[in-house]
């Protein structure tokens, strides 16, 4: 009975996601929109298989929130994959993590959707911390894509948002020592501006809407500095269970804010 009744429902849902979509269309999209992919390990849990299987099915859910974004004209989007905290893990899951990003580095470097599209991607975060097998992984897809002018992907490895400022304001004292400016003269200077000017995603527009999966309601550090006038959008779904009539109704969200502030 509850099999039939699924299958009845399924004309009903296409239906409304087919008239959400040629509504939210219509509206203002994101200048750039941040996501912070959260639910892969509760999602395999659930299923009774360990976290990497869950990592698994994220990285195939991102590449289908990748073509809505593609589909809606979204210019910039800022993924979170994986923190500098993540990196205390336990040495087999994040070994499992580092295997799958170079296997997707090097498949995203020929994928038809970021070739066709134009994708430019840009990995952001600290390096340091990634073995040399990762780092190339990173710059041969960076060099791949790197004079694309379609949409500007970011994807946030080995990120911190307190780091992000830490690395800002440490290359601006560089650059000053290097200047031989005195102490107060630095301090004379800062300005707002000049951090972000130092920031991972300078030269790009500050994120004005972030999604964020799997019920937890906070950035847990994510472009803390980009993000002071951002909208948000919490979801109560675990990421690899994001489906697309979930996107366009956090996008509907963001148009009605959009409406409701006359911007």
Known sequence: MLRRLLGLSRPLYWLYEKRLLKEVKKGPMPRHLG?????????????????????????????????????????TVTVWVFSTENFRRSPEEVEALMGLFVREAERMAEDHRILENQVQVRFIGRREG???????????????????????????????????????????????????LSPKEVAEALTAEE?????????????????????????????????AYSEFYFADVLWPEFRKIDFLRALRSYQARERRFGR
């Open 35 to 75: 996501l912070i992919l959260d639910g892969n390990r509760r999602y395999a849990r659930a299923l009774g298989l360990p976290p990497t299987k869950g990592h698994e099915f994220g990285v195939q859910k991102a590449y289908e929130v990748l073509e809505w974004c593609l589909e809606m004209g979204i210019r």
């Open 130 to 180: 990634f073995s040399p097998e990762v780092r190339a992984a990173m710059e041969r897809l960076e060099a791949r894509t790197r004079h694309h002018q379609g949409m500007v992907l970011n994807i946030a490895m080995g990120y911190g948002g307190r780091e992000e400022i830490v690395d800002a304001v440490k290359s601006l004292l560089l650059e000053a020592e290097e200047r031989g």
């Open 195 to 227: 951090i972000g000017k130092r920031l991972y995603t300078a030269g790009l527009p500050d994120p004005d809407f972030i999604i964020r999966t799997s019920g937890e309601i906070r950035l847990s550090g994510f472009l803390l500095w980009q993000s």
